[in-house]
C-alpha cells in the first residue's frame, strides 16, 4: 500500500508531498483516504500520478500486446499515421505531454514510498521534457535496481535478481525500449514472455510481491463507470453484466450478494435477478436485472435502464469487495459522480472499518465528513501559489467530540473549500445586450 507520494514540476505543481501514514510514530500506509478541494486544485493530479504508477507497469506489454493485434493491418498505407499516433500513447513521451508542469525548465520528480507487507519501498523517478531519465527501487533502505540513462547505469541487486539469463534478457530490452518505458515495464514484459516457474525463481519474493500489487491496482479517472466492471480474481462472475455462463454457481452466488448489497442500500429494490438464456449451440447466457416493488407487484428492471448512479454502485460493489476482502489498492477520482449523496455515506460507514486493502477517493460529498475517519480526510489547499495537502485530523484538539465538522468546514476553518466570490449572470446579460453601442 502507498504511504507517500512526492511529486515536483507534475500538472499545477510546483512541489507537494501526500503523506499517507497513519500518523507521525506508525509509518505504516492508511486504508482510507478521503480527499478535498476546490475545482482545478490538483485532486486528479493525485489521482494521475497513481494512475501513472499502475500504467506505466504495464505499457510495455500493452503494447506488444496492441501491435499483435493489428499485425494483418501492417500493409495498409492509408491506416499507418492512425496506428503511429494509437502505438505513441503508449510512450512516456504521451504522458510528459499532460504531467510536466507547463513552463517549468526543470526535471519532474515523482517518488512513491509504501509497504509491502512488512516491507518499506521507495520507487523514484525522473524525467526531462521528453522521456525518462533515471528509475531506483529501494527495499527496506537497500537498492533493488538503479537505472540512469544520462550515465549509462544498469545496476540491479543480486539479492533481488536471481538469475543471470533473465538479467542479460531484461537488459537487452531495456537498452531497447528504456526511457520510452520504465525498466519496470521492460521487467514485466520480459516476465509475461517467460515459463512462469522460471520467473517465480528469477526474483527475490518481496519484488514479485512488489510488481504483484502494481499489477492488481484499479485506478478509476472521472467516476466509476459500467467500462470497468470486470475486475480480475473475483469469486464472482466476470462480468456483473451479462455474459456466457461458465459456472452457475457463480451465478447463484453473485446474485445472492448483488441482492444483499442492493436491498441494504435502496429501499425500492427487493433483490438482483439474472435471467438465463438457453441458446441452440447449448450455450447459457446471463443478464442482470433489478427486481423493484410496486403497488401493482415486483417489476423487473433490466439494467440497461437503471440508472446512471445504480450502474455506478454495481461497479462500487466489485470494487468494495476487493479492497475488503485483498490488499489491492484501488483509487476513484470523483467517487460521487451520479450517486446520492447520503447513499455514498451510507457505504463508507459500512467498509471503513473492513478494509484490507487501501482506498484513495476525491469527492464533493461533505456528508462524508459525518463519519468518524477524520484522520482519512485530506484536504487540498492553496496558501499564495503554493498547494498543499494534509490530513483533517492535523487539527488535533480543534475537533472535539460534538464538533460541527462539516459546518467548520464549509465555513472554511479547515480550508480547501472555494475562496467565496460572486458573478452577476444578470451583469453579464446586461453587458451582452450593450456590447458595441
Known sequence: MVSKICLENFRSFDAIEFDLCKNRTDKRAKNLAIIYGENSIGKTSIVNAL?????????????????????????????????????????????????KKIGSKNNMFMRYEGFIDKNKYLYELEFDNHQLLKEKLFFNGEKCFKIDKLNNIFDVSDKHFFSQTFNSDIKSIFEMYFGDYTFLSCVDFTAKNTVKNFFDKAFSSIFISFMSELESMIVFKTGINTNSVSIKNNPFLKNLISGVIKDENDLFKTQDA?????????????????????????KKTYSLFFVEKSINGDIEIPFELASTGTKNMLVLFNVLYNVCSSKRVVVIDEIDTGINDILLKNVFESVSESLKGQLIVTTHNTLLLKNSIKNSVYLLDRDNDKVNIYSLDSFGRKIQAGTDIIGQYLKGLYGGIPQQGYFSIKYIVEFMKNYGK
Open 51 to 99: 494512475k501513472f504508477l499502475s500504467e506505466s507497469f504495464t505499457s510495455l506489454t500493452q503494447l506488444k500486446t496492441f501491435e499483435k493485434s493489428i499485425i494483418n493491418l501492417k500493409d495498409i498505407e492509408d491506416i499507418k499515421s492512425i496506428l503511429g499516433q494509437q502505438l505513441d500513447q503508449f510512450k512516456i513521451s504521451s504522458f510528459l505531454k499532460s504531467s
Open 258 to 282: 448483488l441482492s444483499m448489497y442492493f436491498s441494504s442500500l435502496y429501499s425500492n429494490i427487493k433483490r438482483v435477478s439474472y435471467h438465463v438464456s438457453q441458446h441452440e449451440d447449448g
